[in-house]
């Protein structure tokens, strides 16, 4: 087996680790072992912009140091202030400054100079997520021709927003430098398509490639899954000291990171919308929502959290009574292990962002149930994991506080037999395409491409050289 060599902004260093990305590629690592390698914030002891290692894990991990401001340049400023907003939709909040994107390709310079001399030949080569995308091209022009494949967690973006990037041909040489660029879903395939035929005048050849002015790039829709089996277990466990909920009372649970586009401010209408429109004798709700704090020093991060301060005492102010609070809002990160134990004590799990690359809280709400008495789903349409759990989620509009609203009362009334029958189609679904399906088939995919780019670059040379002669 392939010695695999990943690349991500995060590294694995703390002993919990949290963030959809780095819990999948951990249980890879630790599986297959080889090597980590990200970015960090903090002069390196020589001045250089070197690897520094950590011991530790069951594989290696190597982080480069970069200066506080040239991380703050790359990482707050053209990462998530210029691509995050963009991939999202929201080019309003693109917050462009001079020397960002300089910053940007410097870093994924300097990380490609740093690692080369780690990379053997061999070994698999996999670039994770929107801070590393220039990552593979540098590599190329260092000399490695390793497969080297790519992932993009966030959503892909449209034709129209992508004409709000500055300097956009630089994303079609970028992303042609990887023998396979590996997107969430089916949505994000077809956004990437459009990109080329739109923005670059490309089109889709027979055998999936895309043709880009000269260049190629092949696209394919890999859905991230989590550790099923794992995650029902650790849920199954942490059940009996999860904190009980008071009779007459159903917990709705929510769980994202502090971000514009996860819609918290939505679904605390919604939720406000639903408990206006509730019969005075019914059961009482209450939402629980654990929203992680990111990015604080970002303006638009700023405003959100005031959004929900205010939204959360709004509601509270209106609805509580006494031993009842129909909002409990928490910022700031619970371990994952006491999160499985909330998600199989929530009735209803609320998912509802506006936009989202998979969302791997839909699939550990799911993967949490008491399969006979499972709680209800309900799933934002515009999340890519609608795309696998439609088949028994409530799917709602995010922007509608209605459409949430309506999902809730349905969820509420919802006998058992069709609660059971929901959870199990999801689950069957999440189980066989979980964290290692998703590993396996997207490695084997890489190597299959790499392969038929060596034998069209043999093909190539084998052809020059016989018109030379």
Not at 6 to 28: D, E, I, K, Q, Y
Not at 99 to 128: C, F
Not at 349 to 354: D, R
Request: proline content about 4%.
């Amino acid at each position: 087996m392939s010695r695999l060599v990943v690349f991500s902004n995060r590294l694995p260093l703390g002993s919990s680790p949290s963030g959809g990305l780095v819990v999948a590629l951990g249980r890879t690592m630790e599986q297959r072992g080889g090597v980590w390698i990200g970015a960090t914030p903090g002069k390196s002891g020589t001045g250089q912009h070197t690897l520094q290692s950590y011991e530790g894990a069951s594989f290696d991990r190597h982080a480069l140091h970069l200066p506080e401001g040239e991380y703050n340049d790359y990482y707050l400023g053209y990462s998530n202030s210029v691509l995050w907003p963009l991939f999202h939709g929201r080019t309003d909040l693109l917050d462009v400054e001079e020397g960002q994107l300089a910053a940007y390709s410097s870093v994924n310079r300097k990380m490609a100079e740093a690692s080369v001399n780690l990379i053997q030949e061999g070994d698999v080569i996999w670039i994770h997520d929107y801070h590393f995308i220039p990552l593979a091209a540098e590599l190329r022009k260092l000399g490695v021709n390793n497969p080297i494949g790519f992932f993009l967690h966030t959503p892909f973006p449209s034709s129209n927003n992508v004409r709000a990037m500055s300097h956009k041909e630089f994303l079609l040489d970028w992303l042609a430098a990887y023998d396979l660029v590996g997107l969430q879903t089916q949505r994000d395939v077809s956004a990437l398509i459009e990109v080329c035929r739109a923005t670059f005048g490309g089109q889709l050849l027979s055998d999936g490639r895309i043709r880009c002015k000269g260049q190629d790039i092949w696209a394919a829709s890999f859905p991230i899954g989590i550790d099923a089996k794992t995650f029902r277990q650790t849920a199954e466990t942490q059940e009996m000291t999860s904190p009980r909920i008071d009779p007459g009372q159903k917990l709705l649970i929510g769980v994202d990171r502090l971000d514009y586009s996860k819609g918290l401010p939505h679904k605390f209408r919604g939720f406000q919308r639903f408990l206006e429109d509730q019969d005075s004798e019914s059961e009482r709700l209450t939402l629980l929502q654990i929203a992680s704090p990111t990015r604080e020093n970002v303006e638009a991060y700023q405003d959100i959290r005031r959004q929900l301060e205010q939204l959360s005492g709004e509601v509270n102010g209106e609805f509580a009574e006494l031993g009842y609070m129909p909002i409990q809002y928490i910022h700031r990160a619970v371990p994952r292990d006491y999160l499985a134990g909330l998600y199989r004590r929530a009735a209803i799990g609320l998912v509802t962002p506006l936009i989202d690359g998979m969302n791997l809280v839909a699939k550990e709400y799911v993967t949490a149930q008491d399969s006979s008495d499972p709680g209800v789903l309900i799933l934002s349409e515009s999340a890519g994991a609608a795309e696998q759990l439609g088949i028994g989620a409530l799917t709602i509009n995010p922007f509608d506080p209605s459409s949430i609203a309506s999902a809730i009362r349905k969820a509420v009334a919802m006998p058992l037999t069709e609660r059971i029958e929901r959870h199990q189609a999801m689950w069957d679904e999440i189980s066989l395409h979980d964290v290692y399906w998703w590993t396996e088939t997207f490695l084997n995919r890489l190597d299959k491409n790499a392969s038929s780019r060596r034998k069209r670059s043999r093909s190539i040379a084998d052809l020059e050289t016989m018109l030379r002669g």
